[in-house]
């Protein structure tokens, strides 16, 4: 059988590898695992419970929580009946949520836990809601699952059938870094195709290895994985936080997993500050297999000194990586964001083969996927095409796409879907190159500014070629019609320790820290030498040291961990003035 729509993946997954374990979620330290079987029954006692309650086809239900596998239950129960999910982070404000369940016209919400459940309520007090977790006053959904477990297993099927593969299966609110969100629209056929693509290509091995995931089930990337993996008879563990990753890792040893690259860059920064805290030879060792890693190219052969050095690095550094990792990891997939190709390196030199992708939201969200293998892999590209995606570049640069996987549009914004769909091309935002068939990303096209002398910046290539430093852990380039740029600096703190052991004064607050001259300078020789690989005009002339990292809940970060520009810019306009008046 080949599936037509994405609730088809559960007989398919059935027929095929029929799993003792499809899903698993950690609670009360043990593992409780869900069959390919228990996932069929299940769904269908929800969808039968959805009918009873008065949802049909057409309606909205939102679902608001980490991930767990009663998400994916709720997720394909919906879609059986050809109802509309509306997936939405347990990030995002009180007022983000009136908005959307005003917007999208939510009829019921599944949360996750009592924090989701008050902001929820305090949205919108008149929406029926359904949780997770035990919690008061509200319904539990195994209960709410009770009163379809008796349903007519016939009504449910008359209402798979009437579900067409161009239906609209889910509605997805994009973070933004400002504005109002836009509700993107996405048919079975969208995101199948991005199914049928993927799972060509990935190096998992059917019906036997397993996956951890952690990335928000509410984003694209991550939701779309989940269903390949279904398609693929891959069994899918839930992490139980980001804290818990590593842990998690060790005791389940997944062959893969998804990430974007700020987790990939807290691991490795991680992994480099156990390396200082090592003495001697073994701290020689460590930083010699360092160096020989930043030189790896994985589709070059370096001479046979270099891989019989890679050989001993593998043996005595390396192999410890493989091992915090579960030490059976086969493929780890990168997106979201641009990946530092220093890492990139370093990790393939580690046997640790990262494979960066691109997408969207609105393009469910593959376009293009790195081949898993050293022949096909390309450092600082995100991989080849996927089959049946079409690509070009317009003369300013801007990335177009074409195919079976672009969005049906934006909801309730004919308008808005008009400004960027268009001769069936989708306007992505993000500029780039193609090579062949091979993807290169240099920025977004939004992110671009132009200084005051009329030069255009890129400046996520400019940050990401600082935030090699192993003294900085984020930046941000600024310099929008000034006659120069400038950059706000969140100092890596284990690397600001190392230096502060190195030159022997003691290390107090990061907030005394940044404002000493000695530190202050060292991050001025820091920037001389980046800056000998940027473009005059892209140099950096000033910056600031801030105290506080960026990140999701202070509002400064999106759920995929990327800038919010805007919100930086405002928050931090006195420190920017400052820095261009001083």
């Known amino acids: 059988m080949t599936p037509d729509r994405l609730f088809d993946l559960i007989p398919y997954q059935i027929s095929q590898y029929d799993k003792n374990v499809s899903l698993a979620f950690k609670e009360n330290n043990s593992w409780q695992t869900y069959s390919s079987r228990d996932l069929k029954e299940i769904t269908e006692n929800l969808s039968l419970a959805f009918l009873n309650s008065g949802i049909s086809k057409g309606d909205k239900v939102a679902i608001i929580s980490n991930n767990r596998p009663e998400w994916n239950f709720v997720d394909l129960a919906l879609q059986q009946i050809g109802a509309i999910s509306v997936p939405m982070y347990p990030t995002i404000t009180t007022e983000d949520y009136r908005y959307i369940f005003e917007h999208a016209e939510v009829k019921m919400v599944f949360v996750g836990d009592q924090e989701i459940l008050e902001k929820v309520k305090a949205a919108n007090p008149e929406l029926k809601v359904f949780s997770f977790h035990q919690l008061d006053g509200v319904d539990f959904w195994k209960d709410f699952m009770k009163s379809g477990e008796n349903g007519d297993l016939q009504i449910l099927e008359d209402s798979k059938a009437s579900v067409e593969t161009d ?148 043996k005595l550094i390396f192999s410890k990586w493989r091992e915090a990792l579960g030490g059976e990891i086969v493929q780890i997939n990168c997106g979201a964001s641009a990946l530092q190709p220093r890492l990139a390196r370093v990790f393939w030199a580690a046997g640790i083969k990262v494979c960066e992708g691109y997408g969207l939201t ?109 003294l900085i852990d984020q930046v941000m380039v600024i310099g929008e019609n000034r006659n120069y740029v400038v950059a706000l600096i969140i100092p890596s703190e284990d690397g600001l320790k190392e230096y502060c052991r190195h030159k022997g004064f003691p290390f107090t607050e990061m907030s005394e820290m940044i404002l000493k001259p000695e530190v202050i300078a060292k991050y001025e020789r820091v920037l001389e030498d980046m800056n000998k690989y940027f473009a005059k005009w892209e140099t950096i002339k000033r910056f600031k040291l801030l105290p506080e990292p960026w990140g999701i809940e202070s509002g400064e970060l999106t759920p995929t961990m990327k800038l919010k520009r805007k919100i930086i810019l405002s928050k931090y306009q006195k420190d920017i003035d400052a820095i261009y008046s001083s």
């Open 362 to 470: 609105e393009t469910s969200p593959v376009v293009s996927a790195s081949i898993c293998n050293h022949k096909e892999i390309r450092i600082g590209y995100v991989g080849k095409l996927l089959k049946d995606v079409e690509v070009q570049i317009a003369s300013d640069g801007e990335i177009l796409v074409k195919g079976p996987n672009v969005m049906l549009g934006y909801y309730k914004q004919p308008d808005v879907t008009a400004e960027v769909l268009k001769n069936g091309w989708f306007h992505t935002g993000d500029i780039g190159e193609l090579d062949g068939e091979y993807l290169k990303i240099t920025d977004r096209k939004k992110e671009m500014f132009k200084t005051s002398g009329g030069k255009y910046v890129a400046p996520q290539v400019i940050e990401n070629k600082i935030k090699e430093s192993s």
């Open 167 to 314: 239906d609209l299966f889910t509605i997805i609110y994009t973070s933004g870094t400002t504005g109002r969100p836009k509700g993107v629209m996405l048919s079975h056929k969208n995101v199948l195709s991005n199914v049928m693509s993927v799972s060509e290509i990935l190096t998992l091995e059917r019906g036997k290895d397993k996956v951890l995931s952690f990335l928000p089930l509410c984003h694209i990337f991550e939701r779309t994985a989940s269903f390949c993996h279904l398609k693929m008879g891959i069994s899918i563990y839930y992490a139980e936080n980001l804290e818990l990753i590593g842990d998690n890792l060790r005791e389940i040893k997944p062959q893969g997993f998804n990430t974007v690259p700020r987790l990939l860059e807290k691991i490795y920064d991680k992994i480099v500050s156990k390396g200082y805290e090592l003495k001697g030879i073994k701290r020689s060792l460590f930083f010699w297999a360092l160096k020989l890693g930043h030189e790896y190219n994985p589709s070059e052969d370096q001479g046979a000194w270099y891989n019989w050095q890679l050989k001993m690095a593998n």
